[in-house]
């Protein structure tokens, strides 16, 4: 009789707080952007969603591994977050491949922009999010195959603090939706996202 698979790691996903660029609707892709007054409000937040998790599954914090995407929305997001949880701001590792997907030559405008300045490639990118290439850029594709290398190569419970794109590759990794869907699905922020067993559910 062949041994059961073993159960996979939760992760405990959480996007960056909200940023400037974020409120004016700026691609930030790999643009090292700050979070603002409300972005570390929403981190502090998802500090005390993970400490009530924990405490229902009596979990002990210090037991988990955290990680996050090199971005310093991502760092702050991670450092204001760990206080709740009686850990110190720093202990956490860094993770390039959760950074956010990579939008090239148009990190820095709005899509109402793009629309203007370069309307095909725009009306591409909205006939297939998925395979989309930007100028410069990457693909949700290639973000989704980055993620699956990070996500198989996890050994226990995690704590991974990063972005909206990357959330939507692991998404489609894990067949939670398909890969034409994947790109559309909103990922909030001041929000805890937990990948386990296959399913994903959202603690606000």
Not at 15 to 23: F, I, S, Y
């Amino acid at each position: 009789m062949a041994a059961s698979a073993k159960p996979r790691p939760t992760v405990y996903y959480i996007r960056h707080g909200e940023t400037d660029w974020n409120v004016a609707g700026r691609l930030q892709g790999r643009r090292d952007i700050p979070l603002n007054e409300r972005g570390r409000t929403q981190a502090a937040h998802c500090g005390e969603i993970l400490r009530d998790l924990f405490a229902r599954d009596r979990l002990d914090p210090a037991g988990l591994d955290y990680v996050s995407s090199p971005l310093q929305r991502a760092c702050q997001t991670m450092e204001l977050s760990r206080p709740a949880l009686g850990l110190p701001a720093e202990g956490y590792r860094i993770e390039p491949r959760l950074a956010e997907i990579a939008f090239g030559e148009w990190e820095g405008f709005t899509i109402a922009q793009l629309h203007m300045r370069d309307p095909q490639r725009i009306a591409q990118r909205e006939h297939d999010k998925w395979h989309f290439l930007p100028p410069g850029g990457e693909s949700y594709q290639m973000v989704s195959a980055r993620i699956a290398e990070w996500y198989e190569g996890l050994t226990r419970d995690t704590v991974a603090i990063a972005h909206g794109g990357t959330a939507r590759g692991l998404i489609a990794h894990l067949g939670i939706a398909k890969p034409a869907a994947a790109p559309l699905v909103d990922i909030a922020q001041g929000v805890v996202y937990v990948f386990k067993g296959g399913q994903l559910t959202r603690y606000a």
